[in-house]
């Protein structure tokens, strides 16, 4: 796919990875189309990646959990012809690290509604289009806890696991179409991610990274952008990415102080 002029709709787009992509499909000379709850922080994104690199960007603010908004805002894209060439599913988050016999259930409800029932959502509101134009790359975030479970993790892990099995379903059902469909499952990113698991604990955020030589939220972008631009006719349908320093969700190697 030759990225400059194309259309890409990124969820989760405030911070993290969502922020990493905006950035990297801007320098591409992409349009955008960002969404995530906190619009101010959109705004002042786009506006900063308008100027540097003259594209276009629309934002939206958008709570992935809420079906009704969700496909408004799919019907707004519709009104101004905006038809993702590119769809990031990248909202999503995790809490916690209990028991699951001593878990928090609004934490799960809140996992699942963003990570699986968000995903759907807006799979459901933007697929349709780029399946009756019959052009485009819906890319899913997943995670390596889509594959192997950690201590703790039950609940998150499970909700990623589903991003992996509706990743493998949506592909089957866009067999004969020239849309694809991608699932990337990073390993240890750095992002905010711990921050908001930990419900802003610093401390306990630090711990996870400490001594690794993690991801960064532009590795993955870069990731993206590689299956993006791969030919029409390849398909990556998923792409597991580790740092070094990690070889499972459980084999951490971390540097002594």
Same mark, same amino acid.
């Given at each position: 796919?030759?990225?400059?002029?194309?259309?890409?709709?990124?969820?989760?787009?405030?911070?993290?990875? %969502? @922020?990493?992509? *905006?950035?990297?499909?801007? #320098?591409?000379?992409?349009?955008?189309?960002?969404?995530?709850? +906190? =619009?101010? !922080?959109?705004?002042?994104?786009? %506006? @900063?990646?308008? *100027?540097?690199?003259?594209? #276009?960007?629309?934002?939206?603010?958008?709570?992935?959990?809420? +079906? =009704?908004? !969700?496909?408004?805002?799919?019907?707004?894209?519709?009104?101004?012809?905006?038809?993702?060439?590119?769809?990031?599913?990248?909202?999503?988050?995790?809490?916690?690290?209990?028991?699951?016999?001593?878990?928090?259930?609004?934490?799960?409800?809140?996992?699942?509604?963003?990570?699986?029932?968000?995903?759907?959502?807006?799979?459901?509101?933007?697929?349709?289009?780029?399946?009756?134009?019959?052009?485009?790359?819906?890319?899913?975030?997943?995670?390596?806890?889509?594959?192997?479970?950690?201590?703790?993790?039950?609940?998150?892990?499970?909700?990623?696991?589903?991003?992996?099995?509706?990743?493998?379903?949506?592909?089957?059902?866009?067999?004969?179409?020239?849309?694809?469909?991608?699932?990337?499952?990073?390993?240890?990113?750095?992002?905010?991610?711990?921050?908001?698991?930990?419900?802003?604990?610093?401390?306990?955020?630090?711990?996870?990274?400490?001594?690794?030589?993690?991801?960064?939220?532009?590795?993955?972008?870069?990731?993206?952008?590689?299956?993006?631009?791969?030919?029409?006719?390849?398909?990556?349908?998923?792409?597991?990415?580790?740092?070094?320093?990690?070889?499972?969700?459980?084999?951490?190697?971390?540097?002594?102080?």
């Amino acid at each position: 796919m030759e990225l400059k002029g194309k259309t890409v709709v990124v969820t989760g787009a405030t911070s993290g990875i %969502g @922020e990493a992509c *905006a950035r990297l499909f801007a #320098a591409k000379g992409c349009s955008l189309v960002l969404a995530a709850r +906190r =619009k101010e !922080v959109l705004d002042k994104l786009a %506006g @900063e990646l308008k *100027a540097a690199h003259g594209i #276009a960007a629309e934002t939206f603010a958008l709570d992935v959990r809420s +079906r =009704k908004a !969700v496909f408004a805002f799919a019907d707004e894209l519709t009104a101004k012809k905006l038809v993702p060439d590119v769809l990031v599913n990248n909202a999503g988050l995790a809490r916690g690290l209990s028991k699951l016999h001593e878990g928090d259930i609004d934490e799960w409800e809140e996992m699942i509604d963003t990570n699986v029932k968000g995903l759907l959502y807006v799979s459901r509101a933007l697929v349709p289009q780029m399946v009756a134009r019959n052009y485009g790359h819906v890319v899913n975030v997943g995670s390596s806890a889509g594959r192997s479970l950690y201590p703790g993790g039950n609940v998150y892990c499970a909700s990623k696991f589903a991003v992996n099995a509706l990743n493998q379903g949506l592909n089957i059902d866009l067999v004969g179409t020239n849309v694809r469909a991608t699932l990337i499952e990073p390993g240890m990113v750095k992002t905010n991610f711990s921050m908001v698991r930990f419900s802003g604990d610093q401390s306990k955020s630090d711990a996870v990274y400490e001594g690794v030589r993690f991801l960064s939220a532009e590795d993955i972008a870069d990731t993206i952008r590689y299956v993006v631009e791969a030919p029409d006719h390849v398909n990556i349908q998923s792409l597991l990415v580790m740092p070094t320093d990690q070889r499972a969700s459980f084999a951490v190697h971390r540097e002594k102080k």
